[in-house]
């Protein structure tokens, strides 16, 4: 694509043949990029031992306004992307969320989810749902209160509980994220494998990643490999392993026979899958990054308000992404971290 061409904006019931479909960003090891993450705000009330380091004190001071997001989500449909993740800091404290919501399902985006903490849900699933929300990814590290309260820094687990339920009211699907922590919550799997399967959550175990400070200290205490869990959870369960979704992320998933929900596991540092990445992330502050394992970036806040038009910045992010996004990740052991913060990247 060329500087100040026009960019497509597809709309709702628009096929794969449309021309954002055959404009595909693809990187020069033959990727395409279809799966778009939007963190819409670095503020959370929560401060999460492997995503927040002590002292953090996120602003939006310097976070993209509104219509910058949208002029955005605009320039990567017409790139191709089909699924946007929106994510913070904690998305349900960004301005307009619902806004934001609605402007992906107008622009034709087959799938729209967000990733919360939960805190909130309750009281605006409803609202998430009518702006156009397919799915949610929902935090859950521990099911016992007490410790739900020291892993998260202060969280309420009635009032996620209560969103989750609000959730699974109003939405198509509603998933629990778990990150395993050795000596925290790795003795919990099976309750909240059989949580899951009694209120119709799907699952994923997640690896702690070592980003920033936080993620670093808590990878180095704490590391625990998915495949620990697997081993376990196959002894108990019949499972069969189930084929990427399209536009999906990185988790291996697994059917549970006997029940509708699905198991998966997203193991970044155990099992590289970075040959399959089809991820870009936005930050709140307009930064575009390749790959969360390296700190390269495009500051996209600036191409705004140099008044670049949207055939300009597409054709600026397919250059950039072609020549700078990496093969893989390059996490190193668990002590080393890459500087950033999870709470600034949004995951």
């Not at 100040?4 to 628009?14: D, L, P, R």
């Not at 397919?134 to 590290?141: A, G, K, Q, T, Y």
């Amino acid at each position: 694509m060329t500087a100040g061409a026009s960019v497509c904006t597809a709309g709702i019931g628009e096929t794969a043949d449309d021309p954002a479909e055959r404009k595909a960003l693809i990187d020069r090891f033959g990727r395409p990029f279809t799966y778009l993450r939007v963190s819409l705000t670095e503020r959370c009330h929560l401060r999460c031992g492997y995503c927040a380091s002590a002292g953090d004190k996120a602003t939006d001071a310097e976070a993209l306004r509104p219509a910058q997001f949208d002029r955005l989500l605009t320039v990567f449909r017409g790139l191709g992307a089909r699924h946007v993740r929106f994510t913070g800091g904690e998305p349900l404290l960004a301005a307009d969320l619902n806004g934001r919501i609605a402007q992906a399902r107008a622009l034709g985006f087959a799938r729209v989810s967000l990733t919360t903490n939960g805190h909130l849900l309750a009281r605006k699933a409803a609202g998430l749902a009518a702006a156009g929300l397919d799915d949610v990814n929902v935090s859950l590290d521990s099911l016992d209160p007490a410790r739900f309260t020291q892993m998260t820094g202060g969280g309420d687990l009635r009032r996620v509980l209560a969103g989750l339920e609000a959730a699974r009211r109003t939405l198509a699907r509603v998933k629990l994220n778990v990150v395993l922590l050795r000596d925290q919550n790795l003795s919990e799997w099976p309750d909240l494998v059989a949580f899951a399967l009694t209120h119709g959550y799907d699952i994923r175990f997640i690896e702690a990643m070592p980003l920033g400070t936080a993620g670093a200290a808590a990878v180095a205490r704490h590391h625990v490999d998915t495949a620990t869990v697997y081993a376990e959870l196959a002894q108990k369960y019949r499972l069969r392993p189930l084929a990427q979704a399209p536009d999906s992320g990185p988790a291996r998933r697994f059917a549970v026979a006997g029940s509708a929900i699905e198991i998966g596991f997203i193991s970044p540092l155990s099992e590289e899958f970075c040959a399959s990445c089809n991820r870009l992330r936005l930050t709140a502050r307009g930064r575009l990054v390749y790959c969360l394992g390296h700190t390269e970036g495009l500051d996209l806040r600036a191409a705004l308000m140099q008044g670049l038009d949207e055939g300009s910045l597409a054709a600026l992010i397919r250059r950039q992404v072609m020549h700078h996004k990496p093969k893989g990740h390059e996490f190193g052991s668990g002590t080393h971290a890459v500087s950033v913060r999870m709470m600034a990247i949004g995951g």
